[in-house]
């Protein structure tokens, strides 16, 4: 079993509607959860970090954490074609402990 | 203009030569990371440092090192490429080891041939 498993994708959404970009893990003492975006060619930028259970909200964007399920999810409303990139969850236990990554998953956003 | 930069920004690389990939930042972080990207395999963690004068394995070690001797500077060293090598590699830092925001570099691409 991968430590951070998503979807590989592609995730295609019309433009203006919900994406939902989903992520599991596996290390339960996990403690700090980020979604970066990367556009292809490009190198990977963080655009929410989570921490506590329950939803984090910026911008277009949410971020929902469930530690007891053991899964991190990223909302995007009004998707725009300039959201079309992989998007990458990354887990770590927190404290001085390395970051993992998923494999990304790859949303297209249909104009 | 603060940030993290690699050098070189891409490369072909005959194997059995030796290679070193530079990464300089100048936002004083702590902590630096060296990972590969591969289709399909995502990112994975070489070799990272905690600190200058510290460094420690990460998930794909083999074949490559490193070394901080200080805040700014996170040299990878591939001591004698392979074609397995082949690869997208990026530099990263944060302000401290795991629980902070990572910075990438622009990316190195390799190719061992």
């Known amino acids: 079993q991968k430590e951070v498993e998503q979807n590989s994708g592609p995730l295609s959404v019309p433009e203006g509607a919900i994406a939902s970009l989903n992520c599991t893990y596996s290390?339960?003492?996990?403690?700090?959860f980020f979604w970066y975006r990367q556009y292809s060619g490009k190198s990977p930028e963080l655009i929410m970090s989570?921490?506590?259970?329950g939803d984090k909200e910026d911008g277009r964007f949410t971020a929902q954490l469930n530690k007891a399920s053991q899964y991190v999810s990223l909302l995007i409303r009004d998707s725009q074609p300039s959201d079309s990139a992989t998007y990458l969850c990354?887990?770590?236990?927190?404290?001085?402990?390395?970051?993992?990554f998923g494999t990304g998953t790859k949303l297209q956003v249909i104009p | 203009i603060a940030g993290i930069t690699q050098a070189p920004t891409s490369q072909i690389l005959a194997a059995g030569r030796r290679m070193t990939l530079r990464c300089t930042q100048d936002m004083r972080h702590n902590a630096m990371y060296w990972y590969r990207q591969d289709l399909g395999l995502g990112l994975r963690l070489i070799h990272y440092s905690n600190t200058a004068g510290t460094t420690g394995k990460g998930e794909v070690p083999d074949g490559y090192s490193v070394s901080r001797a200080n805040t700014d500077d996170f040299p990878l060293t591939l001591a004698s490429a392979v074609p397995s090598q082949t690869s997208v590699y990026f530099c990263?830092?944060?302000?401290?080891?795991?629980?902070?925001?990572?910075?990438f570099g622009q990316g190195t691409r390799l190719t061992v041939v």
């Open positions: 990354a887990v770590s236990r927190g404290g001085y402990q390395k970051v993992t």
């Open positions: 990263a830092s944060s302000p401290s080891l795991g629980n902070t925001e990572a910075f």
């Open positions: 290390d339960r003492v996990s403690q700090s």
């Open positions: 989570i921490y506590s259970n």
